[in-house]
């Protein structure tokens, strides 16, 4: 694999400079997305946490209005994704290992459409963006939904935007669309 083509798949199509919940039913329609995948740990909630905050699960309500959602996570936790999938009323799948493709698949043919209409949403580039890029989703990267303050990982979500950076990923960040 070229240096291009690892920055290529290390692109997302679309970046927010804010949270999943600000994430309009307008935008998923402009890009004909009919399907989405959600990673969940630090997307939907922070990893600590199993319970859905209220502007989190009312975006999730309005969006599972407009298409079909999956949660996919690398979390080994089972009790805990149930929990948040039964809050919100969606499938799941824990122990994805993303960037491996095959929980992603597994959850992409469930809903029974193309990759380039499924959305894949997160917030991490090597393991979120990269897996959905391989599959030929629509991925989109947003914001963490925690401040990172105390779980060590925002060293690591700088890593990935340093290294990116190095070897050629624009990484345009998308001003959040108009309702």
Same mark, same amino acid.
């Given at each position: 694999? !070229? !240096? +291009?083509?690892? %920055? %290529?798949?290390?692109? @997302? ?10 994430? @309009? ?5 402009? #890009? ?10 630090? !997307? ?8 859905? =905050? ?30 948040? %999938? ?28 193309? #990759? ?10 090597? !393991?979120?963006?990269?897996? +959905? ?42 001003? =959040?669309?108009?309702?």
């Amino acid at each position: 694999m !070229t !240096t +291009g083509s690892l %920055a %290529a798949l290390l692109q @997302p199509n679309l970046i927010l400079e804010t949270t999943i919940d600000q994430l @309009p039913p307008s935008l998923l329609e402009k #890009y004909q997305l009919r399907g989405m995948v959600l990673d969940v740990d630090d !997307t939907l909630l922070p990893t600590w946490d199993a319970e859905v =905050p209220p502007n989190i699960l009312a975006w999730l309500r309005e969006i599972k209005r407009h298409m079909p959602i999956w949660l996919v996570s690398n979390n080994l936790n089972h009790r805990r994704i149930e929990r948040i %999938a039964r809050q919100v009323e969606l499938p799941f799948l824990i122990g994805a290992g993303k960037p491996s493709r095959r929980k992603i698949r597994q959850a992409v043919q469930a809903m029974n459409l193309p #990759y380039d209409r499924v959305a894949m949403v997160g917030d991490r580039l090597f !393991t979120d963006i990269l897996v +959905g890029n391989r599959l030929g989703m629509f991925t989109i990267l947003v914001q963490p939904v925690s401040a990172r303050r105390f779980d060590g990982k925002s060293w690591l979500r700088n890593l990935e935007f340093w290294l990116a950076r190095q070897l050629g990923t624009p990484l345009a960040i998308a001003p =959040p669309a108009e309702n």
